[in-house]
């Protein structure tokens, strides 16, 4: 393997198929790029007494938390999933579903294996070497976005039930999603149930725009009427303005440090009608979308960035982590003070150009560290991707073990992303009344891979036996 390889961009621009979706790549593209780009933005650290104190830019401009509702286009990553799972479900239906979701989720874990084996040890190192005040509150962000793996795979598991439907039934079935968001919701802000219960909003508000990607796959959601589009979006915006109004639902579409609530985590009815609005949007720009992309200029880019997208995505926080405290032993923190509350806020002028500065290094490490990783997100990994030598089991069986197997890495991800890798491997945390450990989730992790490996990889031809001379 090469080190440093060029993305090879152009050429697989060039192999496009014709019939390929390209709106749905550039909305997964913009999607990512936004969260590479937001993070470093909002990122706002105080060191008082060498202790990191993190804050969000939006929270320190609480006015500024309404471009959120812009800017929070993680809904269009399960969209565009959605309709590359309906697409590649339908080709590959007659392979059997553990073969099906066993090529779903390789290709995904693969490079999240890389990560946490690289940043587990890196784990260990700096809970050996440095103070715990110092080094848990960026170490508890090294698996944060993990959550997102979790829930996709969760919902890729559902994809041979969300089956084709026509456009009375796709509307249904989407409201009555949104509706059972919501009544999770009831049950934790006004119910009285216990917060765990809000973890199943982890699948339902993640499931409405994956399933919306399916209708847009089968062609149900262009069917729609452009007036009936335009109502749903306009609705949804004012129905989220009015829940947001009377209920606990914060403003923002982000979590905002020191909030009680927050529309990510976990997810709340709030995002899920945020993410209908944004299908639909996707939906209406359609036509002038699909001409735009159409232009090379504008498609090879697009191209780039899926082609490098799983390692962009789990590496850019790490290297947000890393200059973030090379710049502060260096003593190049930007001007940031402590406000009333204890959250860090900017301090004077300095800020921005700082912060310019600041982005310019951070776009170039964030690119530095891709061009180095990037091949391995494609590149065989031992065992992980070789055939397996283990006897093949009966289609249910296999069914069944791979859709267990695959709820069992998403539900492991998703509380890797809860504990971070602060203190690891012993330290638990607490979180909606369930106690929670990286080391255990980890170990749960790599169970449920070896099973959905076990139950949807392909098999190793068995040795011929030598032919007898006569």
């Not at 999603?177 to 199943?200: E, I, N, Q, S, T």
């Not at 093949?392 to 267990?404: E, H, K, Q």
């Amino acid at each position: 393997m090469k080190v440093f390889a060029a993305v090879p961009t152009a050429a697989a621009a060039e192999r496009t198929p014709a019939d390929r979706d390209r709106v749905v790549d550039a909305a997964r593209a913009a999607a990512l790029l936004v969260v590479v780009a937001g993070h470093g933005i909002m990122a706002v650290v105080a060191w008082p007494d060498g202790v990191p104190v993190l804050g969000n830019l939006l929270a320190a401009f609480p006015l500024t938390q309404a471009l959120t509702w812009l800017l929070q286009i993680m809904p269009l990553f399960f969209f565009a999933g959605g309709a590359a799972n309906a697409l590649s479900w339908d080709r590959h239906r007659a392979d059997g579903y553990a073969s099906w979701l066993w090529g779903r989720g390789r290709r995904l874990l693969r490079p999240a294996w890389i990560y946490l084996g690289i940043m587990s040890a890196i784990a260990v190192v700096v809970t050996v070497a440095a103070s715990p005040r110092t080094s848990e509150p960026l170490m508890l962000l090294t698996t944060q976005l993990l959550w997102f793996l979790g829930a996709y795979l969760i919902v890729t598991a559902l994809m041979p039930w969300m089956r084709p439907t026509g456009r009375a039934c796709g509307a249904l079935v989407a409201l009555g999603l949104v509706a059972a968001c919501g009544l999770v919701d009831a049950l934790r802000f006004y119910l009285g149930a216990p917060d765990a219960v809000g973890l199943l909003n982890f699948v339902l508000v993640w499931a409405v725009p994956a399933y919306l990607g399916t209708l847009r796959a089968r062609g149900v959601l262009g069917s729609y009427p452009r007036a009936w589009l335009v109502a749903v979006a306009v609705g949804g915006i004012a129905l989220d303005a009015l829940l947001i109004r009377v209920g606990p639902w914060p403003v923002s579409m982000v979590g905002m440090p020191g909030e009680p609530v927050s529309n990510m985590a976990p997810p709340t009815v709030v995002l899920a009608i945020h993410s209908v609005v944004l299908a639909v949007v996707l939906t209406l720009l359609d036509g002038p979308l699909r001409r735009l992309l159409a232009r090379d200029a504008v498609w090879r880019p697009v191209t780039g960035v899926n082609l490098v997208a799983m390692t962009l995505y789990l590496w850019h926080l790490p290297v947000l982590i890393a200059l973030t405290t090379l710049l502060h032993v260096l003593g190049l923190d930007r001007p940031v003070r402590l406000d009333d509350g204890g959250w860090p806020v900017p301090d004077g002028w300095g800020y921005a150009p700082g912060t310019v500065a600041f982005l310019a290094a951070y776009g170039v490490c964030v690119w530095a560290v891709v061009r180095l990783l990037w091949p391995l997100e494609h590149a065989a990994l031992p065992w992980w991707d070789s055939p397996t030598s283990a006897r093949s089991p009966g289609p249910r069986v296999a069914a069944a073990t791979a859709g267990i197997a695959t709820f069992g890495v998403g539900a492991s991800t998703l509380v890797l992303s809860a504990t971070g890798l602060a203190g690891f491997p012993a330290r638990t945390i607490d979180y909606a009344g369930l106690p929670l450990n990286a080391a255990g989730a980890i170990a749960v992790l790599l169970l449920s891979g070896a099973a959905l490996r076990w139950a949807g990889a392909d098999r190793k031809a068995p040795d011929r036996e030598p032919a007898v001379s006569a």
